[in-house]
Structures are given as C-alpha cells and as structure tokens.
C-alpha cells in the first residue's frame, strides 16, 4: 500500500503491480480504467482505486471523466528498464 499524502511523488519500488501495469500503458499513450483492468485482469474497481493512487501523487492527470494520461515517472527504484 502506498502512502495517501497528497503532491508527494512515489518512488518507482513504491509502485504496486497494478500501477506498474498502468504506467507502462499510459507510457504509449493515454488510458481509460476499463481499457486497463480488461488488458491486465485487475478488476475495474482496482483499477480505478490505483488510478486515482497515481493521480494524487502527481503521477498521472485525469484529463477527462474517466480519460487518464501521464504526467510525471516515479523515480528511484531498482532502475531494472
């Protein structure tokens, strides 16, 4: 679980594996919840809960209802890309 403090940038082995997934969608352009959930097999509702996890760190904007793009990469982590 990540922590809930909202702006606070989360470091890439903060990541839980649904948002990793996420990332790496939003990476090649933007996503919708339903988009994700059916390309992963996370369940929407999981989905959205990780979604709006990365939008409250800054990580991702909600450019629309329910329409999500990336704005910033988590860094840090193990640097394994």
């Not at 990476?27 to 996370?42: H, I, L, Q, S």
């Not at 979604?51 to 329910?66: P, Q, R, S």
């Amino acid at each position: 679980m990540s922590a809930t403090t909202s702006g606070m940038a989360l470091d890439a082995d903060d990541l839980s594996p649904a948002q990793d997934a996420a990332l790496k969608m939003l990476r090649e352009g933007r996503v919708t919840a339903p988009f994700v959930a059916d390309e992963t097999g996370y369940s929407l509702q999981y989905v959205r809960e990780q979604l709006t996890d990365l939008v409250k760190h800054g990580h991702v904007e909600k450019i629309h209802d329910g329409l999500y793009e990336l704005v910033e990469e988590p860094t840090g982590g193990d640097d394994d890309e």
